[in-house]
């Protein structure tokens, strides 16, 4: 593994008397994809949030290709290239989805002056997220109002929104949630077409979808690191199940 292009030491966030992340070690070379996991309430979106900006840490470092950034807000992590997947609640759901896609390029890149001209002046920006969508495999569904789409070709989109940004690296917080089995099934493979070209820290619940994709499964639980392993290694490792059996192993 190369040297890391995102790492925390000993990162740190508490509410109120609760350690959400407790003093986390983590790395993500160039073109992995690591997947975090661990059972409900372990850590894994506020320490998303640290990373990218939404949480300022209360201890601990967090280093983009060696540069401290702990202090950097989110939107000067997003201009290193430091992208969060947009939530479906950011798509405008009049517009069409290239619409949505060239919005968020052109935000991205920054056009202040340009923001309210009408978006389908922008033949450039248009074109791109064109090329973005029929990459995604959304090519039917491009000029359809995106409030029309369906919810997994909406989670696509948000996902198309970041990639037009050409992220450095790409946080993706449970993309599979509330998918039905076809559409699951079309963003592993769409998710599976990134690897190697992106970089990915893939938050998800979707076990079957995270042993698919990992290259290195990162595991939480109460805010501290469990695991941190090939997906093989941490499917057999003991720790990581008696942390997602909880209680129950206790009365079992
Ligand atoms: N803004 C906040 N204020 C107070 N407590 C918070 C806040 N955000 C998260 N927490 C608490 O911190 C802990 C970690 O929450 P977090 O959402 O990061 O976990 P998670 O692993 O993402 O959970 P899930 O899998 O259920 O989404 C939880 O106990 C949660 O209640």
Redesign the pocket.
Known sequence: MGPALLETQGVM?R??G?N??DRVDFTLAPGELVAVI????????????LLSGALIPDAGTVRFEGRDISRLPIDARARLGIARSFQIASIFPDLSAVENVALAAQAHAGHSFGFWRPVRAETTLLAAAEAELAGIGLAEAAHRPAGQLSHGEKRLVEIAMALVTKPRVLLL??PMAGLGVAEARRMVSFLASLKGHFTILL?E?DMDAVFALADRVFV?AS?ARVADAPPDAVRADPRVQLAYLGDDADAG
Do not use: I, R, S, Y
């Open positions: 966030k509410f109120g609760l959400a992340v661990g059972p409900n309430g372990a850590g894994k979106t506020t320490f998303v949030n917080d449970e938050v619940h939480l805010g």
